[in-house]
């Protein structure tokens, strides 16, 4: 079936919870979405995982148009969503959107871009003009010389208020999807039941209507420091085709993640 957000905003009202992947490539984007990935996320975890880097925050246009056609290239029924690289639309609306209209040209069928508030204006201005876009909040890795590290967001009573409103603010500037990164389970749980767009976690417990990994984690192949929300699919599994089917299998019986992988 091929996946739109119209399909995948079903799928959050059915309860049938959406398995992304993040996928950089032609060949993966074939055997993710034949393993029954919904959403192929072309990240930019590139960056570390592809690239060698410490953060992504070295990542380009180039790069990201890049990945997302050897990604879009090949990919038939899943949905693409690709990341616009740091530095590519905090400045102005008008440069987020020529960007954004790069990565759709590129193949992308929605961008991702981080940040709460400070972005609703630029969320809607790109949604006004036919971009879809994903807000993504919580540990937003392209602020992580701000945050201080890697961590986990939306601890404190405050921090938790503030994130709420900020779901709420996207959703209303017209972002049509939000991932939310490392944020406490109970809190992601609130923000999914208090808007009505699909919400896609990573570090967030399972309430989310969706979940997304990056590739090169849950195949147990990117050697660095690996966070608790990860799983090593390929433990136990025959092939990477089976791993990928265990995970899409976890996620949508509501295994993945458990309690071991919340915050
Ligand atoms: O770039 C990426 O892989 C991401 C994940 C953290 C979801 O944004």
Redesign the pocket.
């Known amino acids: 079936m091929m996946q739109t957000l119209a399909s995948l905003l079903r799928m959050r009202e059915e309860g049938i919870p959406i398995a992304a992947l993040?996928c950089y490539d032609a060949s993966f984007a074939a055997l993710l979405e034949g393993a029954g990935v919904d959403l192929l996320?072309v990240?930019?975890?590139l960056g570390m995982v592809i690239q060698g880097k410490e953060t992504?925050l070295s990542v380009s246009m180039e790069d990201m148009a890049y990945h997302t056609k050897c990604v879009a290239q090949s990919s038939k029924s899943a949905f693409v969503m690709a990341?616009m690289p740091f530095g590519s639309y905090q400045e102005n609306a008008q440069k987020a959107f020529s960007h954004a209209a790069m990565l759709l040209s590129a193949g992308a069928h929605m961008v991702?871009i981080e940040g709460g508030l400070a972005m609703s204006d630029t969320v809607r201005f790109l949604s006004e003009r036919g971009i879809p876009v994903c807000a993504?909040i919580g540990l937003m890795?392209q602020s992580v010389h701000r945050l201080g590290g890697y961590r986990v967001q939306g601890k404190t009573e405050e921090e938790a208020k503030r994130l709420l409103g900020e779901a709420a603010a996207l959703e209303q500037a017209g972002a049509a999807m939000l991932?939310l990164?490392a944020i406490p389970g109970e809190l992601a749980e609130e923000i999914t039941e208090s808007i009505s767009i699909p919400t896609i976690g990573?570090g967030a417990g399972s309430a989310c209507s969706g979940q997304?990994l990056?590739l090169y984690d849950m195949l147990g192949i990117y050697p660095g420091k690996q966070a608790k929300f990860v799983k090593n699919f390929m433990a136990g599994a025959s092939d990477i085709g089976d791993a990928v089917r265990r995970y899409v299998d976890e996620v949508k019986s509501g295994v993945f993640p458990g309690p071991e992988h919340t915050f």
């Open positions: 993040t996320l990240g930019d975890s992504t990341d991702k993504h890795p991932l990164e990573i997304v990056v």
